[in-house]
């Protein structure tokens, strides 16, 4: 039997995940880069002001084209945005690449996060429309983990041309970060567009070329994406972004934001940029927490991370943020009590309980939030405000990535468990919110989600109470309901003609089911 071919939906959706590769790569090489001391005799020894302002440079332009790429895609294609990304990202790493100062290798950084923040988000969004609904959280779910890999590689890239005694012990990377952004830029080309998008746009005939050229099950396709009815709309960037936040689409909006901003708020970027001072800090010495640091916590968020890539169509959405939250929540809450009681020492107990908690909440964050929150943030918005949705969402989530870098070593010097109790509250309160507000997608397809997309739990719950009160309402059947009422994409009885009672407890009972089935 001849071995069976890998459907080019899948081969698409690895080669686009590059743009994952190249903002992981970023991440672990940086460190390393900044503090070779071949990279000071060219550059210049940095302060540790312009230590933070040239690491975080690339998060802070990042920021800024997130918002609009979003418009962009929607008007001219996911791919024929993450193309000049591409291409941003691989000028901005070769002006890195050939800096003899600090002015141009700042300049360069900048041009790399412009590049990135184009590219970032449209990737999710490419492949979620393109993704069938059984392969979905895997597929969504390569970028983040390929920015993973993307970690482990800059970091032995680093490790591997440390010890050559010229300035090519730091350019290195560099090269590889060109070469990587030259080859998605060109896949770009050759890869068709979304055949959402195409369908967006009324090209019903190229979506129907471009489902057999991805290998897409038709069957599927005629029922989920061949029969969309959306189109899009003529609207300004700034039209774009209201909508965001108008009735009907305004929920989903901001628990995209929500997801996307609080997942940074958890520390995640504590814990990668600043693990050696972690380390340091709970009393291991400087070359043991370097090697911990950057060597064996990049190996073992890489190794957990395929079984969660891997899997991520096993569990629900919903399981895996609410116990991966709480996992981190008692990590970092942890830590800081032991710190409070001060009862860390470079002899002990406790330091070995804080090295573990830090081991176990970046395995837990690449295992659980790391997976989940880009997948979600993208399979819960409608096609034609999917893209805008995702690119603002990610925009906030460079903001808040800045933030955390900025303050992180600020916290610490300033309080011992400050830093771990904030970043603690801030993951139980998102686990709290996801609890009430996040409604189960696993298995469904992305128009079937947006059918199903119910009241959250909490919502419901309020109004099934007041209906339930001492004069109850009944609607009659087929009742427009009021506009002053906002219930968004409720599933209605198949006849018709239930009671606003009726409607509201089914409802409650599927906003606050919980899917755990494999």
């Known amino acids: 039997m001849p071995p069976k071919r890998v459907p080019k939906f899948v081969v698409a959706s690895v080669v686009v995940s590059l743009g994952g590769l190249l903002n992981g790569y970023d991440t672990g090489s940086i460190g390393a880069v900044t503090h070779m001391p071949q990279f000071a005799d060219s550059i210049g020894q940095l302060s540790a002001t312009m230590l933070g302002v040239t690491v975080s440079m690339i998060m802070l332009t990042g920021a800024v084209p997130s918002m609009f790429g979003g418009h962009l895609a929607d008007k001219f294609g996911r791919l024929s945005v993450i193309n000049p990304g591409a291409l941003c990202f691989g000028i901005g790493a070769l002006l890195q690449g050939t800096s003899y100062g ?5 300049v360069g950084r900048a041009i790399g996060g412009f590049g ?4 970032l988000s449209n990737i999710s969004v490419y492949i979620c429309e393109i993704a069938p609904a059984n392969f979905r959280g895997t597929l969504v779910g390569l970028p983040q ?8 590689f800059g970091y032995f890239t680093c490790y591997g041309t440390v010890n050559i005694k010229s300035d090519m012990a730091w350019r290195v990377p560099y090269i590889i970060q060109c070469f990587i952004s030259a080859v998605l830029a060109w896949s770009c080309i050759l890869l068709p567009d979304s055949p959402r998008w195409l369908m967006l746009h009324g090209r019903q005939a190229d979506a129907r070329r471009v489902l057999e050229r991805l290998d897409i099950n038709m069957v599927e396709a005629e029922r989920d994406i061949l029969t969309a009815t959306e189109q899009v709309q003529s609207l300004s960037p700034w039209q774009g972004f209201v909508l965001l936040f ?3 689409y305004r929920a989903r909006t901001i628990l995209a934001l929500f997801i996307l901003g609080m997942v940074q708020l958890s520390g995640i970027d504590a814990v990668i940029y600043y693990a050696p001072v972690l380390f340091e800090q709970a009393g291991l010495s400087s070359e043991s927490a370097s090697f911990l640091a950057s060597g064996l916590s990049g190996i073992l968020m890489f190794v957990v991370s395929i079984p969660a890539f891997l899997l991520a169509d096993k569990w629900g959405r919903r399981t895996s943020a609410i116990s991966g939250g709480l996992l981190l929540s008692a990590c970092m809450m942890l830590m800081g009590t032991l710190y409070a009681a001060g009862v860390v020492h470079t002899y002990g107990v406790a330091r070995w309980l804080v090295i573990i908690a830090v081991f176990v909440f970046g395995l837990t964050y690449c295992a659980s939030w790391g997976i989940v929150g880009k997948i979600y943030a993208s399979e819960i918005q409608p096609t034609h405000t999917r893209a805008a949705a995702n690119c603002v969402a990610q925009g906030l989530s460079f903001f808040t990535n800045f933030l955390v870098a900025i303050l992180t070593p600020i916290l610490l010097e300033a309080s011992a468990f400050g830093a771990y109790f904030l970043f603690g509250g801030l993951a139980f309160g998102t686990v709290a919110v996801l609890t009430a507000y996040m409604p189960e997608t696993r298995g469904r397809s992305l128009e079937n ?8 739990a909490l919502s419901s719950l309020t109004q099934l109470l007041r209906v339930s009160g001492s004069a109850p309402r009944r609607r009659a059947p087929n009742t427009p309901i009021p506009s002053n009422e906002e219930v968004e994409m409720n599933t209605r009885d198949a006849a018709g003609s239930a009671t606003v009672s009726a409607t509201l407890v089914e409802t409650v009972a599927r906003s606050m089911r919980l899917n755990v089935s494999v």
């Open 145 to 152: 983990f390929m920015a993973t890999a993307g970690v482990c």
């Open 116 to 119: 990135q923040g184009l590219f």
């Open 102 to 106: 600090l002015p141009q290798f700042i």
């Open 246 to 248: 108008k009735r009907g």
């Open 449 to 456: 989600i947006q059918e199903a997309f119910h009241r959250p």
